[in-house]
């Protein structure tokens, strides 16, 4: 999982790569490189850690070329290292960068070195240069040598290459993998994602999967598998990713997190009417099509599985549709038996999860009632795989750490729980409260913000701690796991959620002075058990700090009771995850890590 980008232009290509790379760094930052095609001779620079290195690099070297490929990259095969690093080349003329996984590495490996080539990295990608070369060496064209060589790939791939006797082209070939074309003045592009050439192109070609592309500055050419021309829909550049920046915040977690308000509302917004939810916006004959349902099935990765999680008890009680939940990567392999009528639902922001795709591909030969996307990137594979979906409407999420892309999509499946029990005709009081609620939540999330002044002061208090534990009950477990999911991504602590009532039965012999213990207790109807549970925390000597509501009965220091603003049943879960993701934001920034981009991880994890 990398991103990857190339350019042919009519001006110097350097700085065009690197700005395009930096916007990528979400899809993995452990090494980056790029190739530039100069007259003279093609120069390759390649460092170690992030794209500012690489930039670094350049400002020294001031290459430069009209066409050149680039690569950021999260290590699969082969450690993150300077070898390691793409794009890789073979014998001084092709050289390829690559996102995806080759499968039949081992095969090609041994056949490539048998042909005398020799590899020069531990890397599965390096073979395609050399397959591209020795398929060239036997009188294809550099496009033809590329079509030929993916015939023998097995995997998912999105490949941009470069061709030194080819000065100012740059092809391209894609497989499973996101892969598109921008076309600009002058100028055109291949790039993983839009966002990698807002503001240079005006608008792109998605490339299917076997497609292939050469480009020129002047020139954009599409191929289809078979290898003949075809023609792929135009798309203008949504204006707001434009310009993505931090806007004066220290980090984009933090402004991702301050913007969800707006975000929340965008994801609402023309979507009801009073008290009710407009038919089909999950898609035309959607509405009708979830008259049918009788069960569903959620599939998702990581914060995603989350918000499934959490919606599980609103498909309970407002369609009374029982819900199964699979983490994606774990979905296909446990042969799911499928019953009739059974709504496959799958939750992504990125809509490129290979796992969250690979859940859905094979849902597809299943006998579900159809298949339903909630994500946050419109032109996403997952959209265009579904039968219907809904864009959750957060705007670009950067920072590694979700949360944006998380509250949103928990409106977007409350607006499904609502269209579902809209068309069964029940629950319709129910319904009209919680769409009322989802139209004051952000005004809610905004009146949650005013606590961060009060986790300022237990902030100190958590970040020289090596482990936390955080607890809730019903839907507040799992916004709980989402909780403790954000310290741990982004501090480092070690941190677990369990449900209140589990504690006993093994957790509680981590409590002591050392761990601290994140509690969420709005007043539902199980905060008589909570309470019970979070004294057995206090009388084992536990620090509990807890958020709840003003009413509480819980005894505890004021420092250490977070008061909540008083929220509706149904946004209340949104609500409650403003805090914890400020806790943890505040934490990693006092433990000083990297946050937007935290170690070993990555925003779009597009292999399995
Ligand atoms: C990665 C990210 C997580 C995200 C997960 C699923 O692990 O670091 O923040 O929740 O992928 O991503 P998706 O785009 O499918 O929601």
Known sequence: MCGIIGAASSRSVGKILVNGLKKMEYRGYDSAGLILNQEEKAVQIRTLGKVSNLEEAMVQEKPKADSGIAHTRWATHGAPSEANAHPHGSCDNIYIVHNGIIENHNDLREQ?????????????SELIAHLIHSNKSKGKNTLEALIKTTKELDGAYSIAVIDTDEKGKVFAAKQKSPLLVGKGIEENFVASDPLAIAGLAESFYLLEDGDF??????????????????????????TNIQEVTKDGYKHFMEKEIYEQPEAISRAVEGRTTEGEVLDNIFGLGSSEAFKNVKRIQFVACGTSLHAAKTARKW??????TPCYIDFASEYRYRNPLVEDH?????????????????????????????????????????ARESDWKIFTNAGPEIGVASTKAFTTQLAALLLLACAISKIKKINNDKRANAIDDLHQAPDLVKESFGLKKHIDEIVEKIADKKNALYLGRGVYFSIAQEGALKLKEISYIHAEAYPAGELKHGPLALVDEMTPVVALAPEDELVEKLLSNLEEVKSRGGTLYVFGNS????????????????????NAPIVYTIPLQILAYEVACSRGTDLDQPRNLAKSVTVE
């Open 112 to 124: 490539l070195t048998n042909k005398g080539y020799a590899i020069k990295s531990e890397t599965d």
């Open 213 to 238: 592309a050469e480009i020129t500055k002047t020139d954009i050419r599409i191929f289809g598998s078979d290898g003949n021309e075809v023609n792929r829909e135009e798309t203008p550049i949504d």
């Open 315 to 320: 498909f309970e009680e407002l369609c009374e």
């Open 342 to 382: 059974t709504l496959f639902v799958c939750i992504s922001q990125s809509g490129e999860t290979a796992d969250t795709m690979a859940a859905l591909n094979y849902a597809k030969e299943k006998k579900y009632l159809g298949i339903v996307t909630i994500c946050n990137v419109p032109t996403s594979t997952m």
């Open 551 to 570: 009413g509480s009965k819980i005894k505890i220091d004021k420092g250490k009771f977070m008061n909540m603003p008083e929220c509706g049943y149904y």
